[in-house]
């Protein structure tokens, strides 16, 4: 559905990160979307919607929770305003109820505003230089173009067609849960990063247990030898006598391992592959109006996700 003249205020939260690139992105659908760098509370009255970037989450929660009354706006305008708030990568983090392969360094856990009931794993993909792109899902249609036409922002993509959407992973999360109410997007069949996938196997353990895992820090993934060599911790998930799946029984020493743990909940988490360890993860998710994506739209030269994003801002409006 098309609308014309409709002119909206787009935030995008710009304490670290890859916000200015969400700006042009979203500048360039249309001359009656405005962006504002969103960095103090008051801001968030005038916007009719937000983005939390990419960047770094560890470093967004620390720079959030010194200013003041910041993270406490941004909590009250996501679970309150009605308003749609899309998180890329880190972003997407922030607005995970649970998250696992936190920073070792930051003894309360990861700082999260919360919003969509999911498990993330930071950094499954990797770190920096693992960085990579790959074909996702392309996002559903929007509700709604601030424009008469489709497509008059120059990237050759209609906002109805489905082709695929270069997904750009940079030390990329992965949703390892989603509960029913939450729509799945999009999901890529990936192998975790060593380092993720220890942390992947103390989580399985965890839930195993009984444990209702909120945050859990990393885990260190090397193997310590008697004789004082190094090697990297066995993590491939191999066949057992009796054919099932059976994690390695290697056991590795914790850096500051931490789980918050409330009430049983029961979660399932993905098969992983014989011996790979590659699993079916979630990389797009919608709830509400709350949307989050693993990677990296705003380096990818098609908008059709910033074109849904803007969808889900008329949505709202009109519906207000």
């Not at 949703?175 to 975790?192: E, K, N, R, S, Y």
């Given at each position: 559905?098309?609308?014309?003249?409709?002119?909206?205020?787009?935030?995008?939260?710009?304490?670290?990160?890859?916000?200015?690139?969400?700006?042009?992105?979203?500048?360039?659908?249309?001359?009656n979307?405005r962006?504002?760098q969103?960095?103090?509370?008051?801001?968030?009255?005038s916007?009719?919607?937000?983005?939390f970037?990419?960047?770094?989450?560890?470093s967004?929660?620390?720079?959030?929770?010194v200013?003041?009354?910041?993270?406490?706006?941004?909590?009250?305008?996501?679970?309150?305003?009605g308003?749609?708030?899309?998180?890329?990568?880190?972003?997407m983090?922030l607005?995970?109820?649970?998250c696992?392969?936190t920073s070792a360094?930051i003894?309360?856990?990861?700082?999260l505003i919360?919003g969509?009931?999911?498990?993330?794993c930071?950094?499954y993909?990797?770190?920096?230089?693992?960085?990579?792109e790959?074909?996702?899902?392309?996002?559903?249609?929007?509700?709604a173009?601030?424009?008469?036409?489709?497509?008059?922002?120059g990237?050759?993509?209609?906002d109805n067609?489905?082709?695929s959407?270069?997904?750009?992973f940079?030390?990329?999360?992965?949703?390892?849960?989603?509960?029913?109410?939450?729509?799945?997007?999009?999901?890529?069949?990936?192998?975790?990063?060593r380092?993720?996938?220890?942390?992947?196997?103390?989580l399985?353990?965890?839930?195993e247990?009984?444990?209702?895992?909120?945050?859990?820090?990393?885990?260190?993934?090397?193997?310590?030898?008697a004789?004082?060599?190094i090697?990297?911790?066995?993590?491939?998930?191999?066949?057992?006598?009796n054919?099932?799946?059976?994690?390695?029984?290697?056991?590795?020493?914790?850096?500051?391992?931490?789980?918050?743990?409330?009430?049983?909940?029961?979660?399932?988490?993905p098969?992983a592959?014989?011996?790979t360890n590659a699993?079916?993860v979630?990389?797009?998710?919608?709830?509400?109006?709350?949307l989050?994506?693993?990677?990296?739209?705003?380096?990818?030269?098609d908008l059709?996700?910033?074109?849904?994003?803007v969808?889900?801002?008329?949505?709202?409006?009109?519906?207000?």
């Amino acid at each position: 559905m098309s609308t014309n003249n409709n002119t909206i205020t787009i935030g995008v939260l710009a304490l670290q990160g890859a916000f200015e690139e969400h700006q042009q992105c979203l500048e360039a659908i249309s001359p009656n979307i405005r962006t504002v760098q969103i960095r103090t509370p008051d801001q968030l009255e005038s916007i009719d919607g937000i983005v939390f970037p990419g960047g770094e989450s560890t470093s967004m929660g620390l720079i959030g929770d010194v200013t003041t009354g910041l993270w406490d706006g941004l909590r009250n305008f996501v679970h309150n305003s009605g308003k749609p708030t899309w998180g890329t990568c880190a972003g997407m983090i922030l607005l995970a109820e649970r998250c696992i392969g936190t920073s070792a360094v930051i003894t309360k856990g990861q700082s999260l505003i919360g919003g969509v009931d999911i498990l993330v794993c930071r950094n499954y993909f990797g770190s920096q230089i693992s960085s990579f792109e790959m074909s996702t899902p392309a996002p559903p249609v929007p509700f709604a173009t601030v424009d008469a036409t489709d497509d008059d922002d120059g990237d050759g993509k209609k906002d109805n067609d489905d082709s695929s959407f270069p997904g750009v992973f940079i030390r990329a999360p992965a949703i390892l849960t989603a509960p029913p109410d939450v729509q799945v997007l999009g999901t890529v069949v990936a192998a975790p990063c060593r380092a993720a996938a220890v942390v992947l196997r103390e989580l399985e353990r965890k839930l195993e247990a009984g444990e209702n895992v909120i945050q859990l820090g990393v885990v260190d993934a090397l193997e310590r030898k008697a004789d004082g060599a190094i090697g990297y911790t066995n993590v491939c998930l191999q066949k057992n006598n009796n054919g099932q799946e059976d994690a390695s029984t290697l056991e590795e020493e914790k850096k500051d391992a931490t789980s918050v743990i409330q009430e049983r909940i029961n979660v399932t988490l993905p098969g992983a592959s014989d011996e790979t360890n590659a699993r079916e993860v979630i990389c797009a998710v919608r709830k509400g109006m709350i949307l989050c994506t693993a990677f990296h739209p705003e380096i990818a030269d098609d908008l059709r996700w910033h074109k849904y994003f803007v969808g889900m801002v008329l949505e709202a409006k009109q519906s207000s």
